[in-house]
């Protein structure tokens, strides 16, 4: 399954703020055994929106979209996925009632009539309650096309997507992406000639060239990185994968050139 990543605020595009969700969320996915293949980010405009949308899913199955479900005008995010999706926003009853325990035990507040915007919802879309917020998020599904809606926030969305979505994405999965970091010796240890990206990735040659398991090098200020990473049907199986190939590249670089190898998390 492959799915992309759609980052949605004006003050990301400005850079107000960093998008520490897209890295979040990218993670996860692989974790979860899903691939993505493109990262977009997309002002608080409706066109623009629609088309970021109607984009992705040309290449992508899934689109993982946040920001946009607050409430003032140009939140506007959940409207477009209605609009796309053909269905209409209806007002979900438990997310109004989670609203206003929040806003009473939080602000001492009641809740007012703009602020039950964010609890409006497409019809037949899952709901996602908000238990470290207001506005819930939603999965909608329709035929082969999966839009997952999150808050922006990044205290808000990453619980609601460890509740909700990743359980979810697991078993829509039905694989794991892992992968296994072997550090080199940093630059004062050990001879640029043996530790730097060009020269290591001229060793490996071939094994580069390898689609699963995957080899990868990465430029360190301490050195160099060399990522290997497998698609299985379970972590036991992708283990199986990538160890055989860490003994060679072990073997191929030489033992004392290499400070540390881990599972990355």
Same mark, same amino acid.
């Given at each position: 399954?492959?799915?992309?990543?759609?980052?949605v605020?004006?003050?990301?595009l400005?850079?107000?703020?960093?998008?520490?969700?897209a890295?979040?969320?990218?993670?996860?996915?692989?974790?979860?055994?899903i691939?993505?293949?493109?990262?977009?980010?997309v002002?608080?405009?409706?066109?623009?929106?629609?088309?970021?949308?109607?984009?992705?899913?040309?290449?992508?199955?899934?689109?993982?979209?946040?920001?946009?479900?607050? $409430?003032?005008?140009?939140?506007?995010?959940?409207?477009? =996925?209605?609009e796309?999706? *053909?269905?209409? #926003? @209806?007002?979900?009853?438990?997310?109004?009632?989670m609203?206003?325990?929040?806003?009473?035990?939080?602000?001492?507040?009641?809740?007012?009539?703009?602020?039950?915007?964010?609890?409006?919802?497409?019809?037949n879309a899952?709901?996602?309650?908000?238990?470290?917020?207001?506005?819930?998020g939603i999965?909608?599904?329709?035929?082969?096309?999966?839009?997952?809606?999150?808050?922006?926030?990044?205290?808000?969305?990453? $619980?609601?997507?460890?509740?909700?979505?990743?359980?979810? =994405?697991?078993?829509?999965? *039905?694989?794991? #992406? @892992?992968s296994l970091n072997?550090?080199?010796l940093?630059?004062?240890?050990?001879?640029?000639?043996?530790?730097?990206e060009?020269p290591?990735?001229?060793?490996?040659?071939?094994?580069?060239?390898?689609?699963?398991?995957t080899?990868?090098?990465?430029?360190?200020?301490?050195?160099?990185?060399?990522?290997?990473?497998?698609?299985?049907a379970?972590?036991?199986?992708a283990?199986?994968?990538?160890?055989?190939?860490?003994?060679?590249?072990?073997?191929?670089?030489?033992?004392?050139?290499?400070?540390?190898?881990?599972?990355?998390?």
């Open positions: 399954m492959i799915a992309e990543i759609i980052s605020g004006t003050e990301i400005l850079g107000n703020i960093l998008n520490t969700n890295r979040y969320l990218a993670g996860k996915l692989a974790s979860a055994g691939e993505v293949h493109f990262q977009t980010v002002g608080d405009n409706p066109s623009r929106i629609m088309d970021a949308v109607k984009i992705a899913y040309t290449r992508a199955d899934m689109v993982i979209m946040t920001g946009g479900l607050g $409430p003032t005008k140009d939140d506007i995010t959940k409207e477009m =996925l209605a796309y999706f *053909h269905s209409s #926003l @209806v007002y979900d009853e438990t997310a109004i009632s609203m206003e325990e929040t806003l009473q035990r939080t602000r001492k507040e009641s809740l007012l009539q703009s602020l039950k915007k964010q609890a409006l919802v497409p019809e899952k709901v996602l309650y908000n238990h470290h917020g207001l506005a819930p999965i909608m599904e329709d035929e082969d096309k999966i839009c997952i809606l999150l808050p922006g926030p990044p205290k808000e969305m990453e $619980p609601m997507f460890e509740e909700y979505c990743f359980p979810y =994405l697991v078993e829509k999965s *039905h694989q794991v #992406l @892992v072997i550090k080199l940093d630059f004062d240890h050990a001879p640029v000639i043996k530790v730097g060009a290591v990735a001229d060793v490996l040659g071939d094994l580069l060239d390898s689609q699963n398991p080899v990868a090098t990465y430029a360190k200020d301490d050195g160099c990185l060399i990522r290997l990473t497998a698609l299985a379970d972590r036991k199986a283990l199986a994968m990538l160890y055989p190939l860490a003994e060679k590249i072990r073997s191929i670089i030489g033992t004392e050139y290499i400070n540390y190898m881990e599972e990355e998390e």
